[in-house]
C-alpha cells in the first residue's frame, strides 16, 4: 500500500515559487496522484492530479519523475491567499481499499507579506 | 448543484447525548465518506460508503454509527456522544471510491461534547 510521506510545515514569502515534495516509495502501477488542499475551516479541495512526468493547470504544476517513487507540487509565485495545508494522496481508480483514502497530516504552507 | 451539504454547522452536545449528522449531495455520486479532523490534525476515515444500502468502516468506526438509504443521503449517528468526540467533521463523495477519484468535501460540522 502506497503510503506517503510529505514536510509537516513550511514558511515562504509572497511572490516566492514554493516546491512541496512527497514520498510514496511503494507506488502501485496502477496509481495516480492526487493533491488537495485545505484553508482553515473549510474541507479540503481538489488541486492537481497526475500519474507520471509533468501536469499543469492554472493553479499548480505536479512534477513526477520516472520512478514515481515522489512528487513535487508546484506553486508559482505565492500569495497570502495560498497559505493553507496541502495533502497528498496515491491511489487508484479501483481500489475500495480505505488505505487509499487517508489523508495524513499533510504540509502547513505558511505565506508571509 | 449544491454539492455535498452538511447540517448543522456547529452542535454542543452533553456526554451521552446522541445526535445525526446530516450529509448530502446532489452529483449522483456513489461514494460518499465522512472524516473528522481534530486540531492540527490531518483528517481521518470514520465510515464510508460505496453505494446505496453499502457501507464499510474506515480508520476511526468506534462510536459512530451509518447507513444509506439513497444515493443523496448519508447521515452520521453518534448514539452516546463522549468528549473524545469533540471535532469538525467533513463529509465527501465522489463519483467512485479509491484515490483516484476527486472527492468534493462539504463546510463541516464543528462538534463539542461538553
Known amino acids: 500500500l502506497a503510503k506517503t510521506t510529505q514536510p509537516i510545515s513550511m514558511d515562504s514569502y509572497e511572490g516566492q515559487e514554493v516546491n512541496i515534495t512527497c514520498s510514496h516509495n511503494?507506488?502501485?502501477?496502477?496509481?495516480?496522484i492526487t493533491w488537495y488542499q485545505q484553508f482553515p475551516s473549510q474541507g479540503p479541495r481538489f488541486i492537481i492530479q497526475?500519474?507520471?512526468t509533468k501536469v499543469t493547470n492554472e493553479v499548480a504544476s505536479l512534477f513526477i519523475p520516472a520512478d514515481r517513487k515522489s512528487s513535487t507540487l508546484s506553486l508559482p509565485r505565492v500569495s497570502l491567499s495560498d497559505t493553507a495545508v496541502y495533502y497528498c494522496?496515491?491511489?487508484?481508480?479501483?481500489?475500495?481499499?480505505?488505505?487509499?483514502?487517508?489523508f495524513g497530516t499533510g504540509t502547513r504552507l505558511q505565506v508571509f507579506p | 448543484n449544491a454539492g455535498v451539504t452538511q447540517t448543522p454547522k456547529f452542535q454542543v452536545l452533553k456526554t451521552g447525548q446522541s445526535m445525526t449528522l446530516q450529509c448530502a449531495q446532489d452529483?449522483?455520486?456513489?461514494?460518499m465518506s465522512w472524516y473528522r479532523q481534530d486540531p492540527g490534525m490531518g483528517l481521518r476515515l470514520i465510515h464510508y460508503?460505496?453505494?446505496?444500502?453499502?457501507?464499510d468502516q474506515g480508520e476511526v468506526p468506534n462510536g459512530y454509527n451509518v447507513s444509506r438509504s439513497t444515493t443523496e443521503d448519508f447521515p452520521l449517528r453518534l448514539l452516546s456522544a463522549a468528549p473524545s468526540q469533540t471535532s469538525v467533521y467533513f463529509c465527501?463523495?465522489?463519483?467512485?471510491?479509491?484515490?483516484?477519484?476527486?472527492?468534493?468535501f462539504g463546510p463541516g460540522t464543528r462538534l463539542t461534547v461538553l
Open positions: 494522496l496515491v491511489g487508484d481508480r479501483w481500489s475500495y481499499n480505505t488505505d487509499k483514502l487517508i
Open positions: 452529483m449522483n455520486h456513489e461514494y
Open positions: 511503494n507506488i502501485a502501477t496502477n496509481d495516480y
Open positions: 465527501a463523495s465522489s463519483y467512485g471510491a479509491g484515490g483516484h477519484n476527486e472527492q468534493f
Open positions: 497526475g500519474y507520471k
Open positions: 460508503s460505496v453505494g446505496a444500502g453499502i457501507t
